[in-house]
């Protein structure tokens, strides 16, 4: 018997060392403080301009945006969660063990577990180590709550509790729970609604109001009961509380601003945990509303992806950033930010050349040829034409740039000077712009070169800001991280905003009824580019700039979407909005621009003109006849042209117009190839293809006199 006793002990002994080991082994103490751990899963939390949260998400394992310090909390809230949870919390170590004891008869008797006696400690323990619901779980959450109340003061612990507790809809803490059930802050709410949380975080689906709003009313009176007894609510107090419904209200889904929120954490640089934007979020949801149902219209034109952004100009301000789909789950590019995607802006990019032109002598009266052209291309020729195909002869720049025609605008770059043009869309803030000029070449007038929504934006709220540059900024109360610079006068900007907003300056091209003539004065621009990829307007008016893209983020073309028919009847939706917030007025117009009755030539026959009272600035030519003094050059073939005879076409029939710019009707052309005179012509001159290599000059000859002759153009025919 000695020896079964001894052996015995040692092997309880051995048994209980062991045990021991496996309970420290398995205990994993809170390392930090409760604050720490909330901080460190914590993001910068962004709110709208009012306050209103933009990154509400409840896919988190923590509530890190609805926090409050624990005196902040209603008192009646503190008492109710600690009578019904932990009535002991104040004194008990960590561990309840009266709690556990009158728990494990309740349960021997019932033959099942009816209750757990958690403590409000042991409860912050399973959420910061969840494991199973286990004996052997139920001892180490002991432990570690006994080490947790070792280190943390009580109301540490409670406050990380109350901001925690997990509730349906996946909800943490009081503050997203008031929300959720009654849409109100939780300083507002009535005793019963008070308690209502009390009582639901212990089943939030067994007690789910929107389900039986009546079920839980036992409970809610048994907890009134017990906070009578402890004299912190009266009779009085139960007997109003227990008359009383609830009047359920569930929250409108906040406003996704995603993408927005992402772009500010990326450009934040200084410390703090939420930030006040500029962003408005009612705007916002309007905004997303008109752009996403614009998408579904749409859809049957293989049109998938848009982005708007509005901003005020007079402050610089983004008050909207908008992407399609944002609320779409199961939409694939959802995540993308297309505020931010470089694209082809095509037309849409012209204003910006044209404002240039103007401060480089040009004027809105300014006579543009308007012609089939072509330009060497390495050693090919590229043909440019306009969008419709057709050409009007001898036009205004006010006509050139409402009509968006091409070739005026390849002249206008050829002008003011490639180079020159994007250095200016580099001051504007077009960082995606990042290639020599080489690259992009005269495509650059007509935006082959990739930019962003964003970078657009800006670049028109600079016309809208009389030719003053700045960033847009996205935080309130800042005047935007660079000083502003001008880009164009006064003068300039404000002559641009008026062609744009002049719906005789576009007749040519989108007829009298244009979806651009805004009820109001709003100049107006759109762009697409090639195959229909992208489509663009971005327009303004007095204080706001909005900017839309449309397309398809995998770059597939859509069916012939423009920005005349894709995103301008939106842009005009939101501007209809946009004049309720701020009654509209006219477009500023410089007092330095002087106002004057001009001949303008007709484009049809150049000895006739016909009136028209058009704006300059001082001291600029007012003839608008005598703007753009010819200059010679010949057109085709040009220098380097490699050329081959078809086989298939009989050699008489091959033959190549040798073309003159700048050619007067009193005027002829001598060609000459090779040292040899070849024929006299007009502008054009119609060449028989033969194999060799020439070399091409021109003489301009008027009344028998040498006007002009041109350097030489190399080409070879093979």
Not at 232 to 261: G, I, R, W, Y
Not at 708 to 718: F, G, K, Q
Request: charged share 20%.
């Amino acid at each position: 018997m000695r020896r079964v006793f001894k052996y015995g002990a040692i092997s309880l002994m051995a048994g209980a060392g062991l045990f021991a080991l496996a309970t420290y082994a398995a205990i994993t103490p809170v390392k930090t403080s409760l604050h720490s751990l909330r901080s460190d899963a914590q993001t910068l939390q962004v709110a709208d301009r009012a306050g209103q949260p933009l990154t509400i998400s409840y896919q988190n394992r923590w509530n890190v945006y609805d926090n409050l310090p624990l005196y902040q909390m209603p008192e009646l809230l503190r008492q109710a969660f600690v009578v019904s949870e932990d009535k002991r919390f104040f004194e008990h170590a960590g561990v309840d063990w009266r709690a556990r004891g009158s728990a494990l008869i309740q349960n021997l008797k019932t033959g099942e577990v009816v209750r757990g006696a958690s403590t409000i400690t042991e409860q912050v323990v399973r959420m910061i180590n969840p494991r199973p619901r286990t004996l052997w779980g139920k001892w180490v959450e002991g432990w570690e709550s006994a080490l947790l109340e070792r280190n943390t003061a009580k109301a540490d612990i409670l406050e990380f509790y109350l901001n925690q507790v997990p509730y349906a809809a996946n909800r943490r803490g009081v503050v997203q729970a008031a929300r959720y059930y009654f849409d109100r802050d939780i300083s507002t709410l009535t005793p019963r609604e008070t308690l209502a949380l009390a009582v639901l975080a212990r089943a939030p689906s067994s007690y789910d109001l929107y389900k039986d709003s009546t079920k839980i009313d036992g409970a809610i009176g048994r907890l009134a009961t017990a906070l009578q007894e402890r004299k912190l609510m009266s009779a009085d107090d139960v007997a109003q509380l227990q008359s009383e419904t609830f009047k359920l209200a569930k929250p409108a889904d906040p406003v996704n601003a995603s993408h927005f929120a992402q772009y500010v954490r990326n450009h934040v640089h200084s410390g703090g945990s939420a930030f006040h934007s500029t962003l408005d979020a009612q705007l916002q949801a309007s905004v997303q509303k008109i752009v996403d149902d614009r998408v579904r219209t749409l859809e049957r034109r293989n049109l998938k992806n848009a982005a708007v952004l509005v901003a005020d100009h007079t402050t610089g301000e983004i008050l909207a950033w908008v992407v399609s789909g944002a609320n779409d789950p199961a939409s694939p590019t959802r995540q993308i930010d297309a505020v931010t995607v470089p694209r082809q802006p095509g037309s849409a990019q012209k204003p910006l050349l044209y404002g240039l032109a103007l401060d480089n002598g040009w004027n809105p009266a300014t006579i543009i040829e308007d012609a089939p052209l072509a330009e060497a291309i390495g050693t090919g020729l590229h043909n440019f034409k306009n969008y419709s195909n057709t050409y009007y002869g001898r036009i205004t720049l006010r006509e050139a740039l409402g009509n968006s025609l091409n070739i005026p605008a390849l002249k206008t770059v050829n002008y003011v000077g490639k180079q020159k043009y994007l250095t200016t869309l580099h001051r504007l803030g077009f960082e995606s712009l990042n290639r020599g000029v080489e690259i992009y070449d005269e495509g650059l007038a007509l935006g082959n070169g990739e930019v962003t929504l964003l970078e657009m934006a800006q670049g028109f709220a600079a016309l809208a800001n009389r030719g003053m540059s700045r960033p847009l900024h996205f935080l309130s109360g800042d005047t935007g991280p660079l000083a502003q610079e001008r880009i164009y006068s006064p003068e300039a900007a404000s002559l641009i905003g008026d062609i744009l907003s002049d719906p005789w300056a576009r007749r040519l091209e989108f007829g009298n009824g244009s979806v651009l003539n805004f009820p109001m004065q709003t100049a107006a621009k759109t762009g697409t580019s090639t195959d229909y990829r992208d489509a663009w307007t971005l327009a303004y008016n007095h204080k706001y700039v909005v900017g839309m893209w449309m397309g398809n983020l995998d770059h597939t073309p859509t069916d012939g979407v423009t920005g005349a028919t894709g995103p301008a009847l939106a842009v005009r939706s939101i501007f209809s909005m946009l004049n309720l917030r701020a009654a509209p007025r006219k477009l500023w117009l410089s007092p330095k621009l002087v106002q004057k009755d001009v001949c303008i030539e007709d484009p049809r026959d150049a000895s006739r003109c016909y009136n028209r009272s058009e704006y300059f600035m001082e001291g600029g030519m007012e003839d608008a006849r005598l703007t753009q003094p010819p200059r010679f050059e010949i057109v085709k073939p040009t220098a380097g042209l490699r050329m081959a005879l078809d086989p298939r076409i009989p050699r008489d029939r091959q033959k190549v117009p040798f073309t003159m710019r700048g050619l007067q009707s009193n005027q002829t052309v001598e060609w000459i190839l090779n040292g040899q005179s070849i024929g006299t012509s007009g502008e054009k001159f119609m060449w028989p293809l033969s194999r060799g290599k020439f070399l091409l000059t021109a003489r301009v000859m008027q009344d028998g006199k040498l006007v002009h002759a041109t350097p030489e153009i190399d080409y070879t025919v093979r």
